[in-house]
């Protein structure tokens, strides 16, 4: 029997706007540069994390806004794994339904993805799907597969990697 996955909920919420300015301030040191060992630490601490880091706040810098970032290391940290066939479907349409909608919430299901599908290709699937647009004989740009069409497509690649067919 399948479990159906809990929708995440973001951890503290209340911490929101503390965490934006924290990062913001350690985003600003950064930039100077100037140590921001403390702040990181107040960051962790203020998160109930422990494993983030100076780079981690340099590829915020480079990829996204302090909100996005601050909402996005709030999300649970408990990643389920082991998932079935049909938790997986429920992921893939967690990520179609959040690309543009929740930038924190689809980087928790993207790790949930990350950590359970067969394929290795993580993200490609959703993301970067010229190369399966092209074997399946489709235009890449009105190529939209179903949840279940990526599960398939992960399994299929799973599978062809383990030297089946």
Not at 80 to 91: F, I, K, N, S
Not at 107 to 120: A, M
Not at 148 to 161: H, N, Q, T, Y
Request: net charge negative.
């Amino acid at each position: 029997m399948t479990v159906p996955l809990p929708e995440p909920e973001m951890r503290h919420p209340e911490r929101l706007a503390e965490v934006i300015a924290l990062v913001t301030e350690i985003v600003d040191l950064l930039d100077v540069p100037a140590d921001a060992s403390v702040q990181i630490a107040r960051l962790n601490a203020l998160t109930d994390r422990d494993d983030l880091t100076e780079e981690d706040l340099v590829e915020l810098y480079a990829a996204e806004d302090g909100e996005d970032f601050a909402a996005r290391i709030l999300m649970p940290t408990n990643i389920p794994t082991g998932l079935d066939r049909a938790q997986l479907v429920h992921v893939a349409q967690r990520i179609i339904e959040e690309v543009a909608e929740d930038q924190a919430k689809l980087h928790y299901w993207l790790k949930v993805w990350h950590r359970n599908e067969p394929s290795g290709k993580s993200s490609d699937l959703f993301f970067w799907k010229q190369d399966w647009a092209e074997r399946v004989g489709e235009p890449l740009d009105t190529f939209e597969p179903t949840a279940e069409d990526i599960v398939k497509e992960a399994f299929r690649i799973a599978a062809e990697l383990k030297g089946g067919s």
